[in-house]
């Protein structure tokens, strides 16, 4: 009686009528975050802004959880709905060892940082980049979903060790996890390459401008000797 009095009053709605609202409200919100506890304090904000009643806490939390996983679902579709047999082969690859006998895997190989400008080093970016685009990753992915998520994903990429991004329980977390850091990787390698290669040119000038200061001084002691 007291709820229904408050919603005549005050033009308030009861929450079980607007359960599939909810969802349609929140759905691009979690496509643009995993944070769970942002998620919960939004439907709490549009449960509030638009004069619903809040239900209890657990119900918005099990509501949450579901439209979690439906953008989850969403973005592991997205990214991996366009790969073949030949690409999931190549993405599992990565996460093996280079050889037999070493204890750096593909993946490890890829993070590892450029290292000072010398031709060896840009020419391992180089091969990095390489690697990457052999893979044939669909260009449209890097925009198809939500910068944010993909930086997430590709977050998750750079933190997690191959061995636990391969034991996934879900595949497409796997794959969509190497997809969204494959992407970003080859950008950063990309802007590393430029970089190292602005150095070594750099470098190249300051030789050639000491070999022809020391050879000005030559000479010049030459022609005095004269």
């Not at 929450?15 to 975050?33: K, M």
């Not at 979903?145 to 930086?151: F, V």
């Amino acid at each position: 009686e007291h709820i229904r009095r408050i919603q005549e009053q005050f033009g308030y709605q009861s929450f079980s009528s607007d359960q599939h609202a909810l969802h349609d409200w929140l759905l691009p919100f979690a496509l643009s975050t995993g944070n769970g506890y942002a998620l919960v304090e939004e439907a709490i904000r549009q449960l509030r802004y638009r004069r619903i009643i809040l239900p209890a806490l657990s119900t918005i939390e099990s509501l949450c959880w579901q439209i979690y996983q439906n953008a989850q679902d969403q973005i592991f579709n997205t990214l991996t709905g366009d790969l073949n047999d030949n690409q999931h082969s190549q993405l599992r690859s990565i996460l093996d060892k280079q050889e037999d006998n070493s204890p750096l895997t593909t993946l490890g190989w890829l993070r590892q940082p450029p290292g000072d400008a010398s031709p060896n080093n840009f020419l391992a970016i180089i091969e990095r980049l390489q690697l990457i685009e052999t893979i044939a990753l669909p260009p449209h992915l890097r925009q198809s979903i939500h910068p944010n998520r993909l930086m997430e994903l590709y977050e998750d990429g750079k933190r997690f060790s191959a061995w636990r991004l391969g034991r996934f329980v879900d595949d497409r977390r796997t794959f969509s996890t190497l997809v969204a850091y494959l992407l970003e990787q080859h950008m950063h390698l990309t802007d590393q390459a430029l970089l190292m290669h602005t150095k070594l040119i750099q470098q190249a000038l300051r030789r050639s401008a000491s070999k022809q200061g020391r050879k000005f001084q030559q000479d010049g002691k030459a022609i005095n000797r004269k």
